[in-house]
């Protein structure tokens, strides 16, 4: 099943550590988006892996094979980049069949195999136009029909979207998504933005400073961040620091400022009297009346964004940023009550401390 093993990758550029030693299996057909900010060695990786870059340390092994050593032209990779890189001379058809002229692919197949991915990537009928006469999402489509005409068992994409608008750059996601489903080709894909690697991706790999911090399904990754850095990157996060109260085999029973108290269930550990981090996303918190609420707190500022109403509350837990429905009239200045789904709180890695601070 495994189609790409990536086998502690180290890649230095003079006495600076890219890539710190990352392990990373990716399986046949999935789509894996490697997330992370900008400079944290997402392209170089990608580079590693297509052959662009000579790496210092580890393996990299495709269907169990070690290509490490191979040239870029005998790894079986297709890739498109943030800059099409189109050629401007030539028509679209032309740009797609420059790979398999390259390779000496037969006249008549040629022709076959560039009608069929202009019909994948929804061309033809540009057939004979120059790149400058396509919009920007059409020509990232045709460098995406460049990769695929070549018929890679895996393909790559650094950042393609990062030149187009953002309603453009909705659409096409769900293009590459569906496109990548229907072909089946196993797919790495370079984002810094988290909204795109957690709608496109089955699964994110977020990464800091040359290192992978987590590499788990969108909804992992978003709900049970591995560590706070992760939570922070990935959305919103509220880090909520609260005293244990009692540990018992139901779960932990935690105080919360002005006397409320939350069980969180399961086993996450933390002795009576230290203090544990926990992670509330903002659509997590529901602001309810203040009298017999779990915490208080007061609006300190409101915002309308459309779909919901953002919510910056003043509370003893410090700060919380809270999501509500437009339908909710809450306004600023007013004291509200705020209402936990413990079952929810996400326990931060880490996170477990005693009063006196953070144990190690
Ligand atoms: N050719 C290079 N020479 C020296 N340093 C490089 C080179 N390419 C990348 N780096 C460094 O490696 C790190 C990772 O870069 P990169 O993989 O491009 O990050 P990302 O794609 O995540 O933004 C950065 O610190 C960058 O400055
Ligand atoms: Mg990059």
Redesign the pocket.
Known sequence: MTEVSILSLV?S??K?E??KGISLNIDHGEFVS?L????????????CIAGF?EITDGKILFDNKDISRKLPEDRDIGMVFQSYALFPHMTVAQNLAFGLEMRRVPRAEIKQRVARAMDMVQLTKYADRYPKMLSGGQQQRVALGRALVIEPAILLL?EPLANLDAKLRDEMRGFIRDLQKRVGITTIY?T?DQDEAMTMSDRVVV?FN?AIAQAARPEDVYNHPATEEVAKFVGNANILELPVAAQGAEGTLLTLPGGGTLNLPGTASGQAGSLMRLMARPEQIALVDPSGAQLGGRIAKRYFSGGHIEYHVDTDCGPLLVLGPTSQTVAEGQAVGLSFDAQRLWPMQGGVGTASGVAA
């Open positions: 890649k550029y003079g600076a890219a890539l490697l992370g900010p900008s400079g944290c060695g997402k392209s170089t990786t990608l580079k870059e650094d370079v810094h990464m040359g």
